[in-house]
């Protein structure tokens, strides 16, 4: 098949071979495949028509850019003009990782993959499956998070299918599900489950291009690891997500951070814990017959317990952010109307599960 031709899936494939993934999108096709943050949905970076077709398949707006995944950091060349001493540290001290580093671009990489920035974020997933993927592929592989642009990530591949089926040409489902030998065939449910952990949020990404590295999005990377590495590191200092400058007055942004992000259709109302006030409101809420209502967060919803259609508690903030995205999925299945979110503690993954959870409810 001709690259960068492909017409919209009518089928998307259940695959288990990383090979195969490979294959497809060197064909210039999109596949779903795994990492240790959330599912990505991946197509050769170098391609600008299946690059146009992945934010079509996402509806996603043409002003986000993609992170490039490589197999190892040595790659960098295939997507960056430049690799700067702070971005060599950070590489060195945490990828493969939950890491994106933001470089000056080089030109295999085209504007549609970076939203017209001069900067392109590249990142080397510490999963056995996505790197096998990559090595295969031989090339830059864009890969946003395998969602429909506003959604909560996909952390599971059968999550990536509520959103994507028939808009991308395969998954590569990581716990031996696959129709690589029976097209069409729905999972049998049957077969052995070796699924891998997922950390359940997306890659801290960190603008290198300046001296002082930009932390543009939280995520399983606290701003007191990268500081250990590079002291100077800081935080995005944005008003309400807009583009602001860098200590050397380059003006540096994260277009993603202006859009809606993580929003499942319940509405979501965070929570410091369970107060009088916050039951009553639960309670209000229950006892209108057409809603609908869930919690999840560490502590115990106490007396509400029987009136909530899902509950899930969490004893550590890990396992809190590894299902986050997935509970909320989860209520809307349920035709959840309103879901109480106990605010994450904000120690560790916490802070990058705070902000996920501030944009769903926003
Ligand atoms: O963990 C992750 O990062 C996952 C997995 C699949 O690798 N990917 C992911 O991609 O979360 P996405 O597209 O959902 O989010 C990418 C974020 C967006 O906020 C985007 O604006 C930002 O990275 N980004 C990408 N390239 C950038 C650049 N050149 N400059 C600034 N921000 C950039
Ligand atoms: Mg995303």
Redesign the pocket.
């Known amino acids: 098949m001709e690259s960068g031709t492909r017409a919209t899936s009518l089928l998307t494939r259940r695959i288990k071979s990383p090979e195969v993934a490979a294959s497809i999108i060197r064909d210039g096709g999109l596949v779903a495949f795994p ?1 240790e ?5 991946g197509v050769d970076a170098t391609n600008e028509a299946a690059v146009e077709r992945l934010f079509r398949a996402k509806g ?1 707006p043409s002003d ?4 490039v ?1 490589l197999s190892r950091p040595d790659d960098w060349r295939l997507a960056a003009a430049e690799l700067t001493r702070n971005a060599q540290l950070l590489l060195n001290a945490f990828a493969p990782g ?1 890491i ?1 580093v ?1 470089l000056p ?1 080089n030109d295999a990489i085209g504007d549609s993959v ?2 017209g ?1 001069a ?3 590249i ?1 080397v ?1 510490d999963h056995a499956i996505a790197r096998t993927l990559l090595r295969a592929a031989n090339r830059p592989v864009a ?5 429909l642009s506003g959604r909560p ?1 996909g952390v599971h591949w059968k999550s990536v299918l509520d959103d994507l089926d028939g808009r991308v040409d395969a998954v590569l489902c990581d716990d031996g599900y696959a129709d690589d030998f029976q097209r069409g065939g729905e999972p049998s449910g049957t077969v052995e489950r070796h699924e891998s952990p997922r950390i359940g ?3 801290t ?1 960190v ?1 290198c291009c300046g001296d002082v590295p930009i932390v ?2 939280t ?1 399983a990377v606290t701003l007191e690891q990268l500081r250990r590495v590079v002291p100077s590191t800081k935080m995005l200092a944005s008003v309400a997500g807009l583009a602001t400058l860098n200590s050397q007055g380059r003006r ?6 202006l859009h809606p992000h993580y929003q499942p259709q319940a509405d979501v109302r965070l929570i410091d814990a369970w107060t009088a006030e916050s039951i009553a409101s639960a309670a209000t809420l229950h006892a209108d017959r057409d809603e609908t209502i869930a919690y999840c967060g560490m502590d115990d919803p106490k007396t509400l317990i029987d009136r909530l259609e899902l509950c899930a508690r969490f004893s550590s903030v890990d396992e809190y952010a590894a299902n986050f995205y997935e509970f909320l999925r989860e209520a809307d299945r349920h035709s959840v109307t309103t879901i109480f979110v106990q605010r994450a503690p904000c120690e560790g993954i916490g802070a990058a599960l705070l902000d996920r959870q501030r944009r769903a409810a926003s």
């Open positions: 990492t943050t959330v599912f990505g949905l996603r986000n850019p993609l992170i995944h939950p994106t933001v671009k970076t939203a920035l900067t392109v974020g990142r997933p890969a946003p998070s395998a969602n990530s949020i997306e890659s990404v603008d543009l999005r995520g540096v942004n994260s277009p993603g951070l």
